[in-house]
């Protein structure tokens, strides 16, 4: 199809053009299009077609110079300024949508695992943590014998009676306290065990100091009592990877331990000193 005169056509819009299939054959209607157009550059397309634009109507590729009819690239022909103008604001709504259809398509991969029951920290703070024995023991030492270090304030000496001895050595357990902890380890990676612990308790001071003033506690007598405790055990290491083995070794530890107290002064008074010792011991 040839286009006998263009003018009526550029005038009105580009866009008809695309409406046409141009042949391919006929040359002259291409020269006599581009004639008109830069004619009307000046007062009609002046904001649409620039020298640059206007090249790529004489582009000799055929992509260029003929459009098949219903397949027209409007995205193309507006990056170019040839389609119709797009709001100036398009551009970042598209990029806020973008940017909003990434942050949900991420915040919907996070939560797929925590609502179907794969992720281990499912039940929030109510998931099951492993703790190592260790701990329990830790916990225990630290607010189940707050007495181990502490000195007690026991009833005055009365005059007439045997001045008291050290006769309550430290149990047991305040000894395996007070010993170096075994090595914490890897389960069965390395471990140590004590087995067939026997102790042997012996005093060595026991004397009491003249009555002088202690803060918060005012005058009263230092106790000393002195102990010396050795231990006897079997030490054993054990381990299950990467190759099972077990070491087995007789050890010997001494600790000592002070198990001072003190001793009310009230005087020489003997009806001061038995309501001190009933007010100590209720009778």
Request: contains cysteine; aromatic residues 10%; positive net charge.
């Amino acid at each position: 199809m040839v286009l006998p005169d263009a003018l009526p056509i550029a005038q009105s819009s580009f866009a008809p053009i695309a409406r046409f299939r141009v042949d391919s054959v006929e040359k002259h209607h291409v020269n006599t299009l581009f004639c008109h157009l830069i004619t009307l550059s000046s007062y009609a397309f002046q904001p649409l077609i620039s020298d640059s634009r206007a090249l790529l109507l004489k582009s000799a590729s055929s992509a260029n110079r003929y459009i098949p009819q219903g397949k027209i690239n409007l995205h193309s022909w507006n990056a170019h300024g040839l389609g119709p103008r797009a709001d100036s604001n398009t551009g970042y709504w598209e990029s806020q949508m973008t940017w909003k259809r990434k942050a949900g398509l991420m915040l919907v991969a996070i939560l797929a695992p925590v609502v179907s029951g794969c992720n281990p920290f499912g039940m929030g703070f109510l998931t099951p943590v492993p703790v190592q024995p260790w701990v329990a023991e830790r916990i225990e030492d630290k607010y189940l014998h707050k007495n181990d270090y502490r000195t007690p304030i026991m009833p005055p000496i009365r005059d007439g009676f045997p001045p008291p001895v050290c006769e309550d050595p430290p149990t047991e357990r305040e000894i395996l306290r007070t010993m170096k902890r075994v090595a914490r380890g890897v389960p069965y990676i390395v471990e140590e065990f004590r087995d067939d612990i026997k102790i042997v308790s012996e005093r060595i001071v026991d004397k009491i100091d003249p009555p002088r003033f202690f803060p918060l506690v005012g005058m009263a007598q230092l106790h000393h009592c002195h102990w010396k405790c050795t231990i006897y055990y079997t030490e054993t290491v054990q381990s299950d990877y990467p190759f099972p083995v077990k070491i087995k070794k007789r050890r010997v530890q001494v600790v000592y331990i002070d198990k001072d107290h003190l001793h009310q002064y009230v005087g020489p008074d003997p009806e001061v000193q038995r309501q001190i010792t009933r007010e100590h011991t209720d009778y």
